[in-house]
Structures are given as C-alpha cells and as structure tokens.
C-alpha cells in the first residue's frame, strides 16, 4: 500500500463489534494496520450484512473484502463522520 497512512484516526466513532452495520453503507472509513501502526482511508463500496462483510476500496485503488466483526473485535474500524 503506497498510500500515507495516518497515526492517528479522523473524527467519527470506531465500529462496535456485533453493532449495527447501517453507519458503514457507502461511509468512509479508516481501517488500522497493526503491521506499521497506521490508518488508512478507504470507502465501503458493497456491504453484505447478512455475512456481516464488506468490500472496500482503498485510496490507493486496491479492493478488499474484509469480515467487520473481525477487524471491529480488534478496534481497527473508524467510521469517518
């Protein structure tokens, strides 16, 4: 990922883990990378909330699906407002 990262994250709230995925329709998001320490911004383009997992595309222009529970247990989910 080329993109700078940030240290810390932008104003909004860190998803709850189980919470309600309505925030994360269509939001900006950023998501932490424990591996350097950063948050970066992405944009949820798709989200299944029946299997609670969402694509995402990052600035730099890679796609992602990731579980929300997952990285939301981990605190790794901002919800940009």
């Known amino acids: ?7 810390k994250p932008s ?3 860190i998803q709850p883990p189980e919470g309600d995925l ?3 329709n269509n939001a900006q998001i950023e ?3 424990p591996d350097d320490g950063m948050w970066y911004k992405a944009e ?4 299944n909330t029946r299997n609670r997992s969402a694509k995402v595309l990052y600035a730099t222009g890679d796609v992602e699906t990731l ?3 997952e ?3 981990e605190g790794h989910l901002n919800v940009c407002t």
């Open 31 to 33: 998501l932490f990378w």
């Open 1 to 7: 990922m080329t993109a700078m990262g940030l240290k």
């Open 22 to 24: 309505s925030a994360l």
């Open 67 to 69: 579980s929300i529970d």
């Open 11 to 13: 104003a909004g709230f």
């Open 71 to 73: 990285i939301a247990q």
């Open 44 to 47: 949820v383009v798709s989200l």
